[in-house]
Structures are given as structure tokens and as C-alpha cells.
T-cell receptor
């Protein structure tokens, strides 16, 4: 079974600091995708980034970066120069292939990020 | 364009009643997913629809849960004889489908269900 672990439950930083979110995953699939989603206080999950296991990249913003280490099954996410609007819960997710190329997402428990002014 | 929409945004019901939750996916997205978000269980996959294929129901927690998708667009999630443990936010997502898979899913605002 697939599993995603986000060990950090809450991180508090001061605006303009960098914040790195950890994500460790388990899968038996040789081809898979990893995602980061943001859930602001409004509640809607917002797609941030995607990375596949065979080296494609999908950048969405210059303030976001990630470190994908297949050897350690980790997919860490960094927000550079954090802003108050970055305050949210961040979810790491792993895709499991379903029929007809769909994918079921297995989510980690989420990390709450609080950026103080 | 319009994102995924869900209705109602909030639903309060009494234990034992049936509820229907609606999802309208992004136009052109052939894949539709339902997830549930609760304090105890986090975000869980429930069911997946793709075109005219049989849905993947592997995440439905019990036979009180069912879902359908009419005309390849709007989907309805039905919970029969609701229990207090069904209280959660029910999220719908849609995506494109490409042969390589792994398409990002776009989520709706959710329906917050409270079972008294």
C-alpha cells in the first residue's frame, strides 16, 4: 500500500524566512507522481507542483522549489522568502495509477505553515 | 474558466437521513474524483469516474455510500442512513486524462457535512 508521511505538523516562521516542508513516501510502483497542494483557510485545495519519478519537472513559481530524492523516497518543498499569504496547510500527495490513466492520490497528514508579519 | 463547483457548501442532517452531494467538474475534464477530509482520517480517496468506464469504488467506506456520474459530467455522491462518523468535508476533483497519467487534479470548495 502507498503511504505518505509529513512529520512536521506545524511550522511557524517570520515573513521573508524560507520554510522547508518534509515529505517521505512509500510505494511499490516504479512509475509514479508526487504532488504538493496548498489548502488556505478558505478550504479549497490548490495544486502547486508535480514531479514524476522519471525526471520531468513542472515549475509553477520562482518562490517554490523542491528536492526530489528517489534514493531516500523524499520530496521536500521549500518556499523562499515566505509571505503572510503563504499561511496554509500544505499536503504532499502520491499518485497511484487507476484504470484508464486516472490516478488516486494518497495524501500525507499535512503541515500547517504560519507566516507571521 | 470556471473551476470545480460543489453544492451545497454546508449540509446539516440528522442521523439516519440520506444526503446527496453534487459536483460539477471543469468542462472538458473526463476524470472525476471524490475525496473525504476528516480530522481523524485526513484526506481519503473515495471513488473515481473516467468517461464511460466502470467507476473505481475502492475507497468507499461502506455500502451506504454510492455515487453516479450522469452524461460524463455532473456527479452525485449519496450517503444513505447517515452516521455521525460520516461528518466530514467531501471534496470533488476533476482532471484531464493523458496516456502518461499523473495529471494534476483540480479541487472544488467542498461540502461540509455535519451529522447530528
Amino acid at each position: 500500500a502507498q503511504k505518505v508521511t509529513q512529520a512536521q505538523t506545524e511550522i511557524s516562521v517570520v515573513e521573508k524566512e524560507d520554510v522547508t516542508l518534509d515529505c517521505v513516501y512509500e510505494t511499490r510502483d516504479t512509475t509514479y507522481y508526487l504532488f504538493w497542494y496548498k489548502q488556505p483557510p478558505s478550504g479549497e485545495l490548490v495544486f502547486l507542483i508535480r514531479r514524476n519519478s522519471f525526471d520531468e519537472q513542472n515549475e509553477i513559481s520562482g518562490r517554490y522549489s523542491w528536492n526530489f530524492q528517489k534514493s531516500t523516497s523524499s520530496f521536500n518543498f521549500t518556499i523562499t522568502a515566505s509571505q503572510v499569504v503563504d499561511s496554509a496547510v500544505y499536503f504532499c500527495a502520491l499518485s497511484e495509477r487507476l484504470g484508464a490513466a486516472g490516478n488516486k492520490l494518497t495524501f500525507g497528514g499535512g503541515t500547517r505553515v504560519l507566516v507571521k508579519p | 474558466g470556471a473551476g470545480v463547483s460543489q453544492s451545497p457548501s454546508n449540509k446539516v442532517t440528522e442521523k439516519g437521513k440520506d444526503v446527496e452531494l453534487r459536483c460539477d467538474p471543469i468542462s472538458g475534464h473526463t476524470a472525476l474524483y471524490w475525496y473525504r477530509q476528516s480530522l481523524g482520517q485526513g484526506l481519503e480517496f473515495l471513488i473515481y469516474f473516467q468517461g464511460n468506464s466502470a467507476p473505481d469504488k475502492s475507497g468507499l467506506p461502506s455500502d451506504r455510500f454510492s455515487a453516479e456520474r450522469t452524461g460524463g459530467s455532473v456527479s452525485t455522491l449519496t450517503i444513505q442512513r447517515t452516521q455521525q462518523e460520516d461528518s466530514a468535508v467531501y471534496l470533488c476533483a476533476s482532471s484531464l486524462i493523458t496516456p502518461r497519467g499523473g495529471n494534476e487534479q483540480f479541487f472544488g470548495p467542498g461540502t461540509r457535512l455535519t451529522v447530528l
